[in-house]
């Protein structure tokens, strides 16, 4: 079955720490995206990647991170410089660099700092 | 200002109602794209319908319809019959046409009552 996987599910963390939030696609997509989901706020975009070794931020980058070694894998780390990082985590992928196509989104990550 | 209203937070109805969700948008480009996705409790969000500024014509698939009027800068949804499967949070996202970035309104959650 094609599609997008993101593990954990749920996430708990210590304040001060870093941890790396997993996104897999195996659609042979190029683009790969992380958003960020707060209640009531809609989802706001975090980084995008539009091909393999690129990546660009989007309007939330400020204390995240993120790789794009391979096609498959966009990795997020959400580091100890975000201040408020509860919230729920979508990735998602396109078929093309371009945001016209449709996305596919993975069920998320729900982040929870104690 | 690149914008997406979706003026509704909550909306309750009873099954087998009608109803309607209401977005407005914002932007000075002349070619942009338009896409309603749906979140259901498993939290991905699935892609409904994408619509180009030069498209007006009204959709219907199924249960569902979108009304795309280009004069009040809106993109309502409808759905006739309403099920509690339909139960969800919905939003609806511009992407401009100079931009790479889609924007997301903030989300209707939608209550079909048995």
């Known amino acids: 079955d094609g599609g997008i996987t993101q593990s954990p599910k749920y996430l708990f963390r210590k304040e001060g720490q870093n941890v790396t939030l997993s996104c897999e696609q195996n659609l042979n997509h190029d683009a790969m995206y992380w958003y960020r989901q707060d209640p009531g706020q809609g989802l706001r975009l975090i980084y995008y990647?539009?091909?393999?070794?690129?990546?660009q931020k989007g309007d939330i980058a400020e204390g995240y991170s993120v790789s794009r070694e391979k096609k498959e894998s966009f990795p997020l780390t959400v580091t100890s410089a975000q201040k408020n990082p509860t919230a729920f985590y979508l990735c998602a992928s396109s078929t093309s660099p371009s945001s016209y196509n449709e996305q596919f989104f993975g069920p998320g990550t729900r982040l929870t700092v104690l | 200002a690149q914008k997406v209203t979706q003026a509704q937070t909550e909306i309750s109805v009873v099954e087998k109602e009608d109803v309607t969700l209401d977005c407005v948008y914002e932007t000075r480009d002349t070619t942009y794209y338009l896409f309603w996705y749906k979140q259901p409790p498993s939290g991905e969000l699935v892609f409904l319908i994408r619509?180009?500024?030069?498209?007006?014509q009204n959709e219907i698939s199924g249960r569902y319809s979108w009304n795309f009027q280009k004069s009040t800068s809106s993109f309502n949804f409808t759905i006739t019959a309403s099920q509690v499967v339909d139960s969800a949070v919905y939003f609806c996202?511009?992407?401009?046409?100079?931009?790479?970035?889609?924007?997301f309104g903030k989300g209707t959650r939608l209550h079909i009552l048995p």
């Open positions: 619509r180009n500024s030069f498209d007006e």
């Open positions: 990647s539009q091909i393999v070794n690129d990546f």
């Open positions: 996202a511009l992407l401009p046409g100079r931009d790479d970035k889609i924007i």
